[in-house]
Structure formats: C-alpha cells, structure tokens
C-alpha cells in the first residue's frame, strides 16, 4: 500500500503542474497520473480496487460541500434561471443521447443511463475555466453557473435511482406495479435514512457544533466535520442509496449553519486530495484497449456528444434571448462529460443495470471529452468570439505630460465625466484615463483633455501622476478593474485618497476589504432623487421627503458599514435588513409625528 502510495502522489505532482500550464485543469492531470501508472502505462499499480475504496471518499465530501453551497432560500431566489436555463438544457441533451445510443444498438436501459450521465458537464473543469478568462460574471459565466447547479442538484436523484433500478424497478414498465412488485423493504428503509439525516441535520447537529465550538479544540472539530461527513454517507449506504445523496442532504441541513465556514475550511484539504485520487483510480482503470480494438466506435462517440451537447445548449441559450456571443460562449463551456457521470456509471454497473463494456466506452468518451473541451473553448475565445464582437480600436496609450495635477479619473464614462464637469467649473485640473478608444474620440469633440489606456496598467498609472497626485476617483465600468485598480493604487500610492465607484451593496464590501472608505454606489443616490420625486407626486411635501429621503441615506449607509462585518454569512445579512427596516419604519413614524406636534 506503501508503494501505492508513493505512485500515485508521484504521478500527480509531475501530471498536474503540467496540464495546468497548459490551461487543461487538474482532472486532466488526475486522469493522465492513473494512466501513466496503472496497466496501460508503466504498471506501477495493477488493481484500482486498491485505491477505489478511499478515493469515493472525495465524491462524498465533494457532495457535502455543494450542499452547503446551496442554501435553500438562496435556491429560491435563484430559481427562475436554474430551471429554465438547467431543464432546457438536461433534458433534451439526456433524451437525444439516450436516443442515439438505441439506435446505435444499445439496449434502452443502458441507453437511458448513458444520456443522462452524458448530459451531465463538469463544474470542476468549466468553473476553473471561466474564471481563469474573467468570464464568471458574464452572461455566459453566469448561465453556465445556473446550469452546473442544476446538475448538481439533479445529481443526487439520478444517483438514488440505481439501487432501486438494481431492485428490479423497471425504467419504463408495460404496466403499473402492484403493491406487492414493489420493494417495500429498501423503500422504506430509505425514507427512515432520510428522514434521520433531515432531522438530525435540522435539529441535533447544529447543537453537536456549537458544544464542539465551546471547546476550541480544532482537532476535535475537524474530526466531528469528517464523522458528520463518513456518518451520513454510511446510513444513505445502509438503506440502499447512494453515499453521495445522505453528504449531500447533510451539507444541505448545514448550509444555514453559523458553523458552514469553519467545516467548509476543515473538509476541503481532505476532499481535494481523496477526490483526486478518484480520478486517478478512473485513469487506472480506463481501458485504453477500446480506441486501438473499436477507435470508430469510440471517437464517433466523442464526436456525437460534443456536437449535441453544443447544439442543444446554444439553443437552450439562444431561446433565453442571449446574444450570439454569449450563447456560442455558454454551449463551448459545456461540451464534456462530468466527474459525476463516472460515479452514476460505476453505481449502475454495480447495481447491474448497466454493461461494464457499455459503461468503459463512456468512461473512456468522458476522459477524452474532458480533454478536448478547455482546447475547444481556447479556440473558440482566439476565433471565433473576437469575429462576433465589435472591432475595438488597438492602439498603444496615449503619452502622458508629466505635470502636477490633484486629481486623477480612471473610468471616463457616465460618472466619471460629471465628476469631470463638477471639477472644470471649480477650475480644477484632472488627467483623465479610459481604455474605450470611441468614447474617447467622442468626449474630446466637447473640449476635455483624457487619455487612452488600461488604467489598471501600473506604469500608466504612474505616468499620469499618481506619486504627485492627492485624489484617485476610480469610475471604471468594470467591477473586477476596480478592485484589482484599487488594490494596485493602495499598495504603490498609499498617500492617495481614493475615491471609489460600487456597482451594488456586495461590490461595496468587497471595496471596504480593500481598506477604501469614500465608496460611492453608482445608483444609489439617483434612486434617492426619484424616491424623493415619487414622494412629492404622491402629494408629501418637499420639505417632508426631503427629510425622508436625508433619513433613509443617513439609516442606509449606517446599514452598508454595520454588515460588512459578515457580509457573507447571507442569514445574518438577511435578519439584520429586515430588522434595519423596522427600526427605520419607526424612526420615521416617530419623525412624524414630532414634525406635526411642533408644526
């Protein structure tokens, strides 16, 4: 086990440094350190079995994090996109594979298993990929967020269902079962396992931490995450289903939980490791042996998932009025197979309603899809992407003339050319920067000296000022340039006042991080203005909404300060809003009524 041990840590520090400067992802590397070292490599490991056992460990924990991940209330907010976006797209992908797998000569049961792991796509391959792009907060970024959570949650009763499938269940019976054709016994065995994990989750286990907690001891609390963890896994095992399904009820039970962070922090380090080993014990056992004996059968294969996945997700973002960028970007993230699908195809082995033979040849189609995706998005974003945007001008920066001036505009778009116009009737000098080559050419038609560049750019920045400078306004349009500007001009100007534009309340606190205290949200104080009209339509008079409005601002950015103290715990967030609300309903009633005792 020792040697094992010292493989398989071997292959991957070597596999991973190198898919992930090519831009692959670390699963490709997990995959290709257990081929390297299992039968079809140099055959340092002859049985995965020695390493399958742990490495489900990983998917366990993996389902225990994305339960505490998605918070019920949070679920619901979001629920529009997720089942728009995740149903259009599951389930015509899932029954046009599982289609042509029928026709292809596959029986129904192994065809219907096979579309709906196949149309299942990678979060730990697409996320990583989007990120690494900037693309998250995008259109795209977000629909394939909403996608890959739908799946994830879809998971977990795909998974369910093949151990009763192993019962003898039939996927599509010529006849309604009877009562005595259905296997009370595992059913019912299963809903005492659920219900203990949903009561024990709700009720006891909340209370198990906090008693934890008390005691300070991080071993203690680590090793109660990891029993929570293996415990809820070991009842789903018992009743019959799936090991995943009770972590994932588990996490869900905890997401509401003061204690998520802390066992999210402790669970981690163990569920990447174990979760690697997975995909190494995939890579160990994937029959290599497939593409030389049935090489069309197999890159057909690849072929036909690819090309459906890509076509019925465009459509799905195509019907949800994306533009063509955004729905050619959102179908080319989610071509490939998913880590999932290698866990419902053993389970379905296992439980015999799938052939081996059949579940290898996807195995070995998921691998090589997982391959092939980030290559295919790279090319896409090189190709194709830049053909559909609108040309931007490229051109170096402008040249700076060294000069003393107080303030400098990074962003010279809707805010920043009013705080533009405010600083020329006072006569005073800004240099102003903006990378938007047509805006530029506009405002310089109407008298304004500024200066094309990435303001983000710190040689730039330097050479328009800011070691001289007194005030840096920052009214970029992108969020992600105003941090990463705001953390660049903290750390090499720090004598600047920094004076900073937030898209919304979250964007605010991201800013408060960074130490920035003049913050200014960019809607927030035309809303109050219209408030303030809407107020005075309504028959209050000016001096009453004035008043009004001057409390609500007052009340409000009292609020934005209080929470950024735990700005990501979204229950506190949410109890003290509604708390905050009340409290200012009083106050202004009670402003009221002072008003008319002494008018």
């Known amino acids: 086990m020792l040697e094992t041990l010292v493989a398989l840590l071997g292959a991957s520090v070597i596999a991973l440094p190198v898919t992930r400067l090519l831009g692959l992802g670390s699963i490709l590397g997990y995959l290709i350190a257990g081929v390297a070292i299992g039968p079809a490599g ?81 979060t730990a391959i697409v996320l990583p990929m989007l990120a690494d792009r900037k693309l998250l907060s995008t259109t795209a970024g977000r ?31 010529h006849h309604l079962p009877n009562a005595a054709e259905i296997p009370w016994q595992p059913v ?20 198990l931490f906090r008693l934890v907690g008390r005691l300070r001891s991080p071993e203690v609390f680590t090793a109660t995450a990891l029993l929570l963890v293996a415990g809820t896994a070991a009842l789903a095992q018992w009743a019959g289903l799936s090991t995943s399904l009770g972590a994932f009820m588990a996490g869900v039970m905890l997401s509401d939980s003061e204690y998520r962070h802390a066992i999210q922090t402790d669970i981690e380090p163990f569920e990447g490791l174990l979760l690697g080993f997975f995909f190494i014990s995939v890579g160990l056992s994937a029959d290599l042996g497939l593409v030389l004996r049935q090489p069309g059968a197999i890159f057909a294969g690849l072929i036909l998932l690819v090309l459906v996945k890509i076509a019925i997700t465009f459509a799905a973002g195509w019907l949800k009025r994306r533009n063509l960028t955004s729905a050619l970007r959102f179908a080319s993230a989610l071509p490939e197979g998913s880590e999932f699908s290698f866990v419902l195809f ?5 439980a015999g309603v799938m052939a081996k033979p059949t579940a290898d040849m996807a195995t070995l189609i998921i691998a090589l899809s997982m391959i092939i995706t980030p290559i295919l998005f790279a090319g896409s974003e090189r190709l194709l992407i830049p053909r559909l945007q609108p040309k931007r001008e490229t051109r170096p920066a402008d040249r700076i003339e060294p000069a003393d001036i107080p303030v400098i505009i990074c962003g010279f778009g809707r805010m920043g050319q009013i705080v533009g116009r ?40 330097r050479a328009a000022g800011a070691a001289r400078a007194k005030i840096l306004i920052i009214a970029l349009d992108d969020r992600e340039a105003i941090l990463t500007l705001t953390a660049m001009a903290q750390r090499e100007f720090p004598h600047l006042t920094i004076i900073a534009r937030a898209h919304d309340r979250n964007h605010a606190h991201r800013l408060m991080d960074l130490g920035v205290r003049e913050i200014v ?71 009221r009524e002072k008003q008319a005792s002494t008018g």
């Open 422 to 461: 405010v600083l020329s009737v006072q006569r005073i000098a800004y240099t102003a920067l903006d990378s938007d080559a047509k805006r530029i050419e506009a405002v310089r038609r109407f008298g304004p000296k500024i200066y094309f560049g990435d303001p983000t750019r710190l040689e730039l920045l």
């Open 143 to 173: 629909d394939s967020f909403a996608v890959l959570l739908f799946q994830d949650i879809m998971f977990i009763p795909l998974v369910a269902l093949v151990p009763l499938l192993g019962h003898g269940v039939p996927l599509l019976p």
């Open 346 to 350: 053993a389970a379905a082995t296992q």
């Open 42 to 122: 140099f055959g340092l490991v002859r049985q995965s079995g020695q390493i399958t056992a742990v490495s489900e460990l990983g998917v366990v924990m993996l389902l225990f994090l994305i339960g505490l991940e998605l918070r019920p209330h949070r679920l619901w907010i979001l629920r529009g996109t997720i089942l728009e976006l995740g149903l259009g797209q599951l389930v015509p992908t899932a029954a046009a594979i599982a289609l042509l797998a029928h026709l292809a000569g596959i029986a129904w049961h192994d065809s219907i298993v096979l579309g709906a792991g196949l149309a299942l796509s990678s």
């Open 521 to 591: 949200r960019e809607t927030f104080f035309s809303a109050l203005r219209m408030s303030e009209l809407a107020l005075n339509g309504l028959g209050i008079g000016e001096a009453m909404a004035r008043r009004t409005v001057a409390l609500f601002r007052t009340h409000d950015e009292e609020l934005l300060r209080e929470t950024h103290a735990y700005a990501d715990d979204e229950r506190r967030l949410i109890q003290t809003t509604e708390q905050a609300a009340t409290e200012l309903a009083d106050l202004l009633e009670a402003d």
């Open 188 to 207: 019912v065995r299963g809903l005492i396992a659920v219900a203990v994990i949903l009561v024990g989750g709700t009720l006891a286990v909340p209370h």
